[in-house]
């Protein structure tokens, strides 16, 4: 499929939404026990629908021929059959998006939990800390990762790009009640990215912030 998605044209950002919005897909279709009997079928109208958000001038029987090169088998009137029937529509994944989803795991881990409480109880804080106490920095962090990610993705994966996002917000929040927060290896680990790549992505980040 990566191969198919590459003759098409497409860059490798839009080849990672692809793929990820197939596997969602498949997922759910087997989550709610149906068989997915033709799973070129899904990702030729995924290619398709994507190419029409994008205004990639592809048609259908472009797309239908090069999957059908690879010996798919699928016809141009299955896959247009398949989106009307499965009224399917696709919206291009955003970083703004992908924060929300990767805090949404954050906030429900329960050793981020202890270490907020923790470390805000190491910086003398004689009252009691409350889960609201601790929502409200997480919610802080989403509210500023998010400021952060309108700055343009280009070529970035939104879904890596995001989790930079949510470590430079927690670096500044962290900085101005004076504690300690997520470290690099730990938030990679927790939302699934490669350090290394993060590494990139929170470079690029900080220096497009400063222009």
Known sequence: LLNILTKLGFSSNQKNQIMYEL???????KRAGNKVSNIFLLASALVIILSKNLNIPVSIRTVVDIFKS????ISSKAVRD????????????????????HMATLRSDLSIRGQIRQELQNVG????ITELD???ILTSIELFAVKLSKIDARSRRPSVLSVACIFLASEMIAEK????????AFLARTCKVSPATLRSHLLYLRNNIKK
């Open 23 to 29: 596997r969602k897909r498949y997922e759910a279709e």
């Open 134 to 136: 601790i929502d409200k």
């Open 125 to 128: 804080n004689t009252l009691e």
């Open 177 to 184: 009640i004076n504690i300690c927060l997520f470290n690099q």
């Open 82 to 101: 398949y989106i009307i029937t499965n009224n399917l529509t696709y919206t291009k994944s955003s970083t703004s998006v992908w924060v929300t989803k």
């Open 70 to 73: 690879y010996g798919c088998k």
